[in-house]
């Protein structure tokens, strides 16, 4: 009938391929299997792209059909479906014919969906990429704004980089990314911004204490520095000229700064500081951590946060591993890092993985959950009796917001 209608109506002999199953059980009403041999059989057809390839793809199994169409619009550049839809009524007229859809239809909404799943996955800027041309301008600025979140420039304005509100935006998204990377097992990103989240959260935790204290007449931002450096006491001749003091150390004990230096090299740069009137004293994460529970005794830290304060370690530092040395790293690394490779922790953490896995009967991604657990939450509970976060959840605002962008691509 097909030879004979080609003929007919074009003057053209048509040449047929055929579909033949290789398994035995899996016929053409096998997905998996007639995909494959959908795809090997129009290999053999001319891809030339300034030919028009129709596709009638509504006979068949579902299988065949499906295959068809999914394989036509990668292999082809110019190819249009074919809806066989012509309908007559009950007086033999025609209501409907037969028609050609472009591919662009199909082929649009395949990029859609692939773009709703990566940015779903915490990928915004390879969704960009497929959507860019296909998308609206205000979904494009939706998802560029997304990437700048990926990037912690939430909140990066010029001249509040190291201001407390500006900190606490950006460490808050930092802790929502870094939990979408350790769910996706992208660990060696996750441990450089947890990182460096913690360390930012130190220096806008003391600014923010130390500004609640008014027992006497001074502004923290003239004694102490927060700069692209790091946290520092500035030097006693600029204090001197700010506040016009004979001893401007006395007002660092109102301040709660600790009495006694943690470590040979920090006690060396103390007495460079008191002796030395121009000198500025630098304060490393020991310090500010030490200061910071002196200023709140209701503080407690969590155990990555002690250990990565800690002036001398005895395990090796995967974080320094990872950016000094390129080691790679495995899920059981990264589970001990974030527990501060204490062994209590690990024993009372194992406990909670084995029920988890009994309620839930999967795979647990250890470094995930000992994140979820022993970094996020604790840091959050911080956060709070700082008064830096006052929101009643700590859901995912990042997941939140990349579900609603993907809801709303159509």
């Not at 004990?253 to 006690?267: A, H, Q, R, T």
């Not at 020991?286 to 200023?295: K, P, R």
């Not at 022993?374 to 939140?400: C, H, V, Y």
């Amino acid at each position: 009938m097909l030879e004979w209608y080609f003929q007919d109506k074009f003057d053209y002999q048509p040449e047929f391929l055929y579909l033949t199953p290789t398994k035995i059980g899996k016929g053409i009403d096998n997905w998996n299997e007639t995909l494959s041999l959908v795809e090997k059989t129009l290999c053999k057809l001319d891809d030339n792209p300034l030919k028009t390839v129709y596709v009638s793809h509504q006979a068949g199994t579902p299988a065949i059909s499906s295959a068809v169409q999914f394989i036509s619009l990668g292999r082809f550049k110019n190819v249009k479906f074919l809806v066989s839809n012509e309908y007559f009524d009950e007086n033999y007229d025609l209501q409907s014919i037969s028609e050609t859809i472009d591919s662009s239809n199909y082929w649009r909404g395949m990029q859609i969906q692939k773009a709703k799943q990566l940015i779903i996955k915490g990928l915004p800027a390879a969704a960009k990429e497929i959507l860019t041309g296909i998308a609206n301008q205000q979904t494009i600025e939706k998802i560029n704004k997304i990437v700048d979140l990926f990037n912690i420039n939430n909140s990066l304005v010029s001249g509040q980089e190291f201001e407390v509100k500006a900190s606490i935006d950006r460490i808050v998204t930092a802790l929502d990314l870094v939990e979408i990377f350790f769910k996706q097992e992208n660990y060696i990103q996750g441990v450089a911004i947890l990182n460096a989240t913690q360390e930012t959260f130190l220096k806008a935790a003391i600014i923010s204490q130390t500004k609640k204290i008014n027992d006497y007449p001074i502004e923290l931002s003239n004694i102490v520095g927060w700069d692209k450096h790091g946290l520092f006491i500035k030097s006693q001749n600029t204090i001197n000229n700010l506040l016009n003091l004979q001893k401007p150390l006395e007002i660092l004990n109102k301040l709660k700064f600790p009495n006694s230096i943690i470590g040979d090299v920090n006690s060396k740069f103390w007495e460079e500081y008191q002796n030395q009137k121009h000198r500025i004293f630098k304060l490393n994460n020991s310090t500010q951590l030490q200061w910071l529970c002196e200023l709140r005794q209701d503080f407690q830290a969590w155990r990555l946060l002690e250990w990565s304060c800690q002036y001398k370690r005895e395990e090796d530092d995967l974080r320094n591993q990872l950016l000094h040395n390129l080691v790679g790293v495995n899920q059981q690394e990264v589970r001990n890092y974030l527990l501060g490779y204490n062994k209590d922790s690990l024993k009372r953490f194992l406990g909670n993985i084995k029920q988890l896995s009994n309620d839930s009967e999967q795979i647990i991604n250890q470094a995930y959950e000992a994140y979820r657990q022993d970094i996020k939450s604790p840091f959050f509970k911080a956060l709070k009796l700082f008064g830096l976060w006052r929101q009643e959840t700590d859901d995912n605002k990042l997941e939140m917001k990349l579900q609603e962008i993907a809801d709303s691509l159509i």
